[in-house]
């Protein structure tokens, strides 16, 4: 992924000299001068300067979790999968790069209206067909460039399904994108993908097994693909839908329900001066007026009217209604 621009240092310069005296911005113009300048047309931005692509790379690792599992049946061993950061660059770089002979899948992204190439090298599909019909999958594996056989073109297809199932996984905490494979070609040049002008982003996973050379594949986006959702790619919030987590919630809701709280019963609240209450002494008589019925205070709050009755040997409290008022009565 290319960085965002920056200024270079003679950039920096001449923006601090502006900020002097004229005879430093004379200087600093003729220094300027003196370096090379190259034409610009506005409207020609490079499109691959839109940021770091922070939640493109999240995906590609919760990718290479979910792809062990495509491989694990027919390996019989746990791979190790680790992504590359994504770059971007012309399809005609990546292609000048790239083998003339590899398995090239081409997927459908309908929601965002565009297609994903997934490029395997031969020599890693040789491995895969080697190890999936009993063979060992601890030896590295040379293939001569040809066509793939049926055999190998089945292993082709389970894998590039195995292996889009796990990207539409990866992908659907940012977005539901569905990956719908449309053909499988063997050389670049047949590949319907984008014009060789056209800018893409390559992520580059590598898969490494033991006792074997390490093998990559790649998964290729059109720039203009992506572009759409750009500002979901630069997020590092990966979803804005969280889904219920019901042991939680009841884990919580258990430790809710055992609070401890204070229930107080209130029979009325009588007024006293200062002068009669010094002056009390045992066996006074404390004149209270009982008003209708009994409050019941939860934690100082009064949530219910009640009256005083007996259940067996012991007092208790018949809860006539409840206070739903969002003020307390006094």
Known sequence: ???????????????IAGLGDDSEALDSVSSVEALEVKSFSFGSDDLSLLGDYYALRM???RFCRFARSVFLPMLRIQPRISSFPPEVKTFDEYSADADSFMSLTTSRLEELRGNSLLVV???????LTNAYY????????????????ATEQRVIEII?????????????????????????????????????????????????LPGSEPATFDVVYPLQTLKPIASLLRSRV?????????????????????????????????????????????????????????????????????????????AALYLRDRITSNKNPE
């Open 238 to 314: 990966q979803s804005e839908f969280v889904t219920e987590d019901l042991s939680w919630r009841q884990k919580l809701e258990r430790v809710i329900l055992n609070i401890p709280l204070v229930v107080t019963a209130e029979l009325a609240r009588p007024k006293v001066s200062m002068k009669n209450l010094l002056n009390l002494q045992d066996g006074d008589t404390f004149p209270m007026q009982v008003n209708n019925g009994i409050k019941v205070l939860v934690e100082g709050k009064t949530l219910f009217n009640a009256e005083l009755g007996q259940v067996g040997p012991q």
């Open 160 to 208: 590039s399904g195995g292996l889009m199932a796990a990207m539409q996984n990866a992908w659907k905490d940012l977005t539901p994108v569905s990956f719908a494979i449309q053909s499988h070609e063997e050389n670049m040049q047949f590949a319907s993908f984008v014009d060789n002008s056209e800018t893409v982003i390559v992520c580059t996973f590598l898969v490494q």
């Open 134 to 149: 009993g063979g060992t999958a601890v030896r590295p594996l040379r293939r001569v460039p040809g066509e793939f056989t």
């Open 59 to 61: 995906i590609n690792e």
């Open 121 to 127: 090298a031969p020599n890693f599909i040789s491995l």
């Open 1 to 15: 992924m290319a960085a965002s621009k920056k200024l270079t240092s003679e950039e920096v310069d001449a923006l």
